[in-house]
Antibody
Framework: EVQLVESGGGLAQPGGSLRLSCAAS????????MNWVRQAPGKGLEWVSY????????HYADSVKGRFAISRDIAKNSLYLLMDSLRDEDTAVYYC??????????WGQGTLVTVSS | DIQMTQSPSSLSASVGDRVTIPCRAS??????LNWYQQKSGKAPKALIH???NLQSGVPSRFSGSGSGTDFTLTISSLRPEDFATYYC?????????FGQGTKVEIK
C-alpha cells in the first residue's frame, strides 16, 4: 500500500523558515516524480513544486520561486520542502503527492503550516 | 499560465441523480486533464487521469470525457459517499493548475 506521511509543519513567523518532510513507503520511491500541493484554509488546491525521479528536473510555482526548495533523498525514501522568507499567504495545509502521467495519484494526509507573528 | 475554470462552484443533487461537472481550460490541453475528489478535512483522492482513464479502485459510476478545452466529470448515479468537492487539474504544462472546485451538496 502506498503511504505518504508529511511532517514538519507548525507555526512560523513572517520571514522565517520551515522544512517539510514526506516519508514514502509501499512503492519504489526512486522511480516516481513527486510534488508538493498546498491548500489555504477554506480555499482550493494550489500546486507548489515538482521534482523528477532523478532530481534532474525541478519546477516551482511563481508564488514560491526563489523562496522554496524541493529535494529528495532516495536512500531515505523521503521528499523535502525547504521554505524560506515565509509570508502570511503561505499559510496552508501542505500535501506531498506522487506523480503519475502528470496526475497526482497518491496523497499524504497533509501538514499544516501557519505563518503569523 | 493555463487557467482552469469550474462553474458552477456548487450544485445540489439527490442520491441516484446523474451529475455532470464541467471544467474548461483557457487553451487547448489535448487530454492532459485529471480529476480529484476531496471530502471535508481529508486529502484529495485521484479519480481520473488523462481525461477519461479511471484510477485503480475508483467505482465505475465515475467517468470523464472531453478533449481540447472542454471536459466533464460524470457520476452516473450519485451515492451518499459522493458528496464532496471535485477539482480538475491540467497536466499539459507547468505551472500545473487546478480549477476552483465544484462542491456537490445534498438537495
Amino acid at each position: 500500500e502506498v503511504q505518504l506521511v508529511e511532517s514538519g509543519g507548525g507555526l512560523a513567523q513572517p520571514g522565517g523558515s520551515l522544512r517539510l518532510s514526506c516519508a514514502a513507503s509501499g512503492f519504489t520511491f526512486s522511480t516516481y516524480s513527486m510534488n508538493w500541493v498546498r491548500q489555504a484554509p477554506g480555499k482550493g488546491l494550489e500546486w507548489v513544486s515538482y521534482i523528477s525521479s532523478s532530481s534532474s528536473t525541478i519546477h516551482y510555482a511563481d508564488s514560491v520561486k526563489g523562496r522554496f526548495a524541493i529535494s529528495r533523498d532516495i536512500a531515505k525514501n523521503s521528499l523535502y520542502l525547504l521554505m524560506d522568507s515565509l509570508r502570511d499567504e503561505d499559510t496552508a495545509v501542505y500535501y506531498c503527492a506522487r506523480g503519475f502521467r502528470g496526475a497526482f495519484d497518491s496523497w499524504g494526509q497533509g501538514t499544516l503550516v501557519t505563518v503569523s507573528s | 499560465d493555463i487557467q482552469m475554470t469550474q462553474s458552477p462552484s456548487s450544485l445540489s443533487a439527490s442520491v441516484g441523480d446523474r451529475v455532470t461537472i464541467p471544467c474548461r481550460a483557457s487553451q487547448n490541453i489535448s487530454s492532459y486533464l485529471n480529476w480529484y475528489q476531496q471530502k471535508s478535512g481529508k486529502a484529495p483522492k485521484a479519480l481520473i487521469h488523462a481525461a477519461s482513464n479511471l484510477q485503480s479502485g475508483v467505482p465505475s459510476r465515475f467517468s470523464g470525457s472531453g478533449s481540447g478545452t472542454d471536459f466533464t466529470l460524470t457520476i452516473s448515479s450519485l451515492r451518499p459517499e459522493d458528496f464532496a468537492t471535485y477539482y480538475c487539474q491540467q497536466s499539459y504544462s507547468y505551472p500545473r493548475t487546478f480549477g476552483q472546485g465544484t462542491k456537490v451538496e445534498i438537495k
